[in-house]
């Protein structure tokens, strides 16, 4: 029994040896990076010193991507190792609701990672590794119930400290504190605790996603920098128009862009493209991002654990150089820099398009000792390859019907022949961040085709000698457009991937699927017990609910409002009597959305006393002097007036008459 016991302990210890002697893993995924956001990529303006220096010590791949051009669905195949329309998670949790100006019903849609599937976090952990995860998980649920240890993470309502609720518990931070920077302070506490096993950190970054909000220090830096560059040529921003319909003519263009409002947008679909690198409160993201890999490297030199941890660097989707949510350009540039993020040229599109911009993605791995470094590999990935990869990498074994769609890309690593075979797009809905029609698309060498799901149109491009998609091939090359389309059905039908489908006078839109709720009655209600004696009309924006909230941005009882229509302002008033014999002044608080400004305007009697766009995302206050209405009855009104039409809702608190 003695021997029997000391061959047990024996092993036991070699079990633990062996699990000691695995790599760490970091997974450095940045929100909205388009592939040339990053120096070693090629960009002139953002400084990326920290993420150059991992691309000399590993490996650079030219065509990696993401399996969606928006977040969620990407985020879930890196952890499944399937496509979206496999596990059915294909748009952003929880998702544009339908609009009533499009074509077809969004396909149907599942809202949260589905409990069946075993996270790479999950097998990692099966395997003797700590987890964690940092930022935006962006899946429906508490990564805790998918494999993760520890997890700080949530949306992001401003990058400086209040960051939104989400953080208010597990994020200590201060005034003046930046959201990346204390991000990366939780990512290194967890290394630090977990030095002595082997640890899986899912770093998130919610940066480099809106709202646009550099960290100071380095938006001056890059305000310097662009005042001494001279002049890009070529035009600030494009029109990108649907594809799926009519083509426009250069004189159309040219007048949609002079009626530059979102109803003519909408109806001729098209959208803006930024075309310039040159957007300082992005680069203030981008640097503060780069600072964070740097820390998280120099921590694990310090700690001895450089030589044994696998880093992989790369994003969620390509670049926001479409805006979210349709704007306009007729604005200074401070406010175009919280619109738009940047350039993806030469890549086209943007975030939320299966253009090359929307989902071609930086992807650099440091693999120590294992790989070549200052290697650039041609090899074609995508999200779903991490999974099976990795489980290589660490010498575990592979879990073929989990990361179905994976194929491990070790020999491309290790600069060995490598072709993973076709990869595919699918994505069923309307986009926030363009007028194009549902779509799916489909990568096999060169070539690439997509296929638009309102009239059947596809396009066709070669990659290899057009890598901004200006030359569409489906005309001139009629057969390899045929083939790729044969297979592109193929494989939806293999997935069961769901399609949009026509409205009709008795159709309904698709389990899953958001659809903007009716006005509520409780808004009339919620302005009483918000501000006794006040009144609301024309309000609109259901799909915000307006109404009150508990707490918002660092403030409890806030009232939200939304206009009416983009000409039509909410309005909040009351009749007063101002007091004779001291001064007396309307007192109150207004912010904005992240994702929308507004413009608030105060009228006395119907006179305009007050204009001011409401743009910084941060919490003001506005005091009207009533001085001069001492002993008079007198009406105030205060307006929610749209300056776009997108998230133009107004935050109220603390509304009240003061000395």
Known sequence: MRICLIVVFAFALQLAANAQQRPNIVFFLVDDLGQRDVGCYGSQFYETPAIDQLAKEGVLFNNAYSTCH??????????????????????????????????????????ALPDEEQTLAETLHQHGYATANYGKAHLNKDPKSYGFDEAITGWVRSYYYPFGKDYDETLPAKEGDYHTDKLTDAAIDFIERNQDKPFFVHLEHFSVHDPIQ???????????????????????????????????????????????????????????VKQKQDNVEFA??????????????????????????????????????????????????????????????????????????????????????KIRPNTTSDAVVTGTDYYPTLLEMLDLPALPQQHVDGRSFVPALKAEAYDRGPIFWHFPHYSNHGFQSPNGAIRSGRYKLIEYYENGTTQLFDLETDIGEQNDLVQSKPEIAQKLKDQLHDWRKEVDAKMPYPKTSTSKPAPGARVAITKTANLPADVQKFAPGWTVKSWGGPGMKPGLRARWNGRSNVLLTHPLSQEIPCILSRTLKIPTGRKAALKFDVNNHPNGNWTLVVRIDGNEVLKKPIEDSKWQEIRIDLAEQAGKTILIELENRASDWAFEAAYWNQLELTD
């Open 284 to 369: 203030g993201m981008v640097g503060a991002t780069d600072e964070s890999l740097g820390r998280i490297r120099a921590k694990l030199k310090e700690l001895g654990l450089e030589k044994n941890t696998i880093v992989i660097f790369t994003s969620d989707n390509g670049g926001m150089a479409a805006s979210n949510q349709y704007r306009g350009i007729n604005y200074p540039a401070e406010n175009l820099n919280r619109r738009f993020s940047s350039s993806n040229l030469p890549l086209r599109g943007a975030k939320g398009w299966n253009y090359e911009g929307g989902i071609r993605v930086p992807l650099i791995v440091h693999w120590p000792g």
């Open 70 to 111: 928006v977040c969620s669905p990407s985020r879930a195949s890196i952890l499944t190792g399937k496509y979206p329309a496999r596990t059915n998670l294909t748009e952003w949790l929880g998702g544009r609701p339908e609009r009533e100006y499009e074509k077809l019903h969004h396909g149907e849609k599942l809202t």
């Open 214 to 272: 550099g960290r100071k220090d380095l938006v001056k830096k890059y305000t310097t920098k662009l005042d001494a560059m001279p002049s890009q040529a070529g035009p600030d921003y494009i029109l990108e128009p649907n594809p799926d319909g009519p083509a426009l003519t250069a004189e159309q263009l040219k007048a949609i862009a002079e009626n530059d409002n979102s109803a003519t947008h909408q109806n001729e679909r098209v959208w803006w």
